[in-house]
């Protein structure tokens, strides 16, 4: 059984902040969840994808978020307890749903949980969602612990059934990904069926019934307000003339920092959980107790713009900072010790705590950059397309996944990069503007996310450009989830249907589609160069299931390979390659069987056929 099924409230377990919010989910009596998968929230997804094998919970991978959120939203408004989730990103990708089902409304509860990631760990932006709370009018909620993140759950989808509207359930990557003690409460009974009841004149929002609607979000706005000035999420720690409004992960750092400060009998904490529509008379009673105010908020100064304008309205002067070179930044994660430094100069408190280490004198730890793990034929397909494309004046567009890592030398395979589906896209306006050959890649989990509609456009409007996908059978990025192209039999997995994407690519009328094994070296190269000299759009798949997902799917393994006598020590492979299963030893190149996958490609890239299979021991 799985642990989070555990029937024993009161229980304590230890648990990641994905498992807990999973857990909170299960209690809150969820019977639906989609995603995308997108760090940090993909062991969430994972959590529901594993018991829903053995419960009666329906989830899904879906497409991309925005179809994600769509079944989400259906099944809501069925009666069905739904949960969408997706990292911060994956909410670019739903907002056109996001905003007008905020119109529309729910009926069983529905939460989308949004996982913020400040410091980039996974993402190619920062971006504070709170703001989409702000933009469509839904309410907010943000837990500051693992603990809270189980117990918030129930509590916003008993907000979204009591109000009708879909709730926002915002993370970061600290609490996703924080381990802590969480108590156990009941697991009720799901309902995984509902009944739609038609009523187009307040379900279909062509624009008379549209207008009707933003009023009645506006009427569960205030209600909203209302029930944020009393949530227990929103609370006051402390006493003193001092004030710091705080939200999240900061909440810790700011407990943490007003106790090493010595200053519980001078600072005032007021903790926003209930983040939108924020408390406003709640923060202006709290205002009214202080003679100066810090905000704590990673990302943007959302809270103290509202606070700022709070302060104004009820004609308070005191000073209010937050964001400011003295003070905090906009960028990345904030820490402890940042935290009480900026509280010590904002009160002027006197900072007792040990100085930092002075760790001048100790040398750099060596750097390791992010590299393609060894025997992954996303390395190869690069290698061959740098090999097709000598000589040529190339631009390459490329996408979300692990195949962004071919942007480092000696692959040097990435020249731009927006957001997921991007390349295809972006292939086409730089074939238009440049007398460049544009080579695109894209991976298989991408192309049928969002890379569809670019390819689309791309045969619609004769823009010339090659295509690579790279089909290595799954997720891999994010953690081997299945996606519409996967053999999900393989998995031992009944129900699925499976897309194939060479039938897709020639339905949309590519005229020139090649699909590739990309450990066959020269073969790849020779039909690469066809792609590239086609005019028009082109697209070659390159089809290898991922390494590591095959030891998963326990495939047969090949030999791995030794570099033999002949070897003249030229390092080609190193260069062409740089595969981590090689190492220098005693200034020769060597190769590591236990990281080896018997790929074969660097022994077909070497001149004097030096690197060998390894022979079976005696």
């Not at 713009?305 to 002067?317: D, H, I, S």
């Not at 020249?415 to 991976?443: H, N, P, Q, R, Y």
């Amino acid at each position: 059984m799985h642990k989070l099924l555990t029937d024993d409230p009161g229980g304590k377990m230890m648990l990641l902040g994905n498992e807990a919010i999973a857990r909170g989910a299960l209690e809150a009596g969820m019977a639906f969840a989609a995603t995308y998968p997108g760090t940090p929230s993909s062991e969430l997804s994972l959590q529901f994808f594993q018991i829903s094998q053995e419960s009666d919970l329906y989830f899904e991978y879906s497409t991309n978020e925005k179809v994600a959120f769509e079944v989400a939203a259906a099944a809501a408004n069925t009666g069905v307890r739904s949960m969408a989730i997706m990292k911060h990103v994956g909410l670019n990708v739903a907002a056109d749903a996001l905003m007008t089902l905020a119109y529309v409304g729910v009926k069983g509860g529905m939460v989308v949980l949004t996982a913020d990631d400040p410091f980039m760990f996974s993402s190619q932006n920062e971006q504070d969602n709170r703001y989409y709370a702000k933009l469509s009018g839904l309410p907010m909620v943000e837990p500051s612990s693992v603990a809270e993140a189980k117990d918030l759950v129930p509590y916003a989808f008993d907000l979204s059934a009591k109000l009708q509207e879909p709730v926002l359930f915002r993370t970061t990557t600290r609490i996703n990904h924080s381990t802590g003690v969480v108590e156990l409460g009941k697991i009720p009974p799901r309902h995984p069926k509902g009944d739609f009841k038609k009523d187009p004149l307040n379900l279909v929002t062509v624009p008379a019934v549209s207008r009707r609607l933003h009023v009645k979000l506006l009427e569960h706005y205030k209600e909203a307000q209302t029930l944020a000035e009393t949530s227990e999420t929103n609370f006051i720690d402390g006493d003193g003339r001092w004030g710091i409004i705080c939200n999240g992960v900061s909440y810790n750092y700011v407990s943490d920092a007003v106790a090493e400060l010595n200053s519980k009998d001078k600072i005032r904490v007021l903790r926003i959980g209930f983040s939108h529509p924020m408390p406003a008379a709640l923060i202006k009673d709290f205002l009214k107790g202080c003679d100066q105010v810090l905000i704590v908020e990673e990302g943007e100064p959302y809270m103290e713009e509202a606070v700022k304008a709070m302060a104004q309205e009820e004609g308070l002067t005191l000073p209010i900072r937050g964001k400011a070179d003295d003070l905090f930044t906009r960028l990345y994660e904030y820490n402890p010790a940042q935290v009480r430094g900026c509280i010590s100069r904002y009160f002027g408190i006197k900072d007792d705590s040990p100085e930092m280490l002075d760790l001048s004198d100790v040398p750099e730890l060596p750097q390791r950059p992010p590299t393609l793990c060894a025997g992954c034929s996303h390395r190869a397909t690069f290698h061959e397309v740098r090999k097709a494309a000598e000589g040529l004046a190339t631009i390459y567009p490329t996408d979300i996944g692990c195949y962004t890592l071919g942007l480092l030398p000696p692959l040097s395979a990435a020249d731009f990069l927006i957001c997921m589906g991007s390349s295809v896209g972006t292939a086409g306006g730089f074939s238009e503007t440049t007398d460049k050959k544009v080579i695109a890649f894209i991976g298989d989990s991408t192309f049928f996310h969002s890379g569809i509609p670019g390819l689309i456009n791309g045969v619609f409007n004769n823009h010339n450009f090659t295509l690579v996908i790279l089909d290595n059978g799954t997720t891999a990025m994010t953690g081997h989830q299945p996606h519409p192209g996967v053999d999900m039999s393989r998995l031992n997995m009944e129900g699925y249907g499976q897309v194939d994407i060479e039938a897709v690519v020639r339905a949309i009328g590519v005229p020139h589609v090649t699909v590739i094994k990309p450990y066959k070296v020269q073969k790849s190269i020779d039909a690469i160069k066809e792609a590239i000299a086609f005019e028009g759009v082109s697209v070659v798949i390159s089809k290898e299931v991922c390494a590591l997902y095959a030891n998963t799917l326990k495939l047969p393994k090949r030999k791995p390979f030794r570099v033999g006598e002949k070897c003249v020590d030229h390092k080609d492979c190193i260069s062409s390659l740089a595969c981590p299963a090689f190492y220098i030893w005693n200034d020769r190149v060597r190769i590591d069987a236990n990281l080896c996958t018997g790929c074969a490609v660097c022994a077909q890239i070497c001149p004097e056929k030096a690197i060998l299979p390894v022979k079976k021991s005696a």
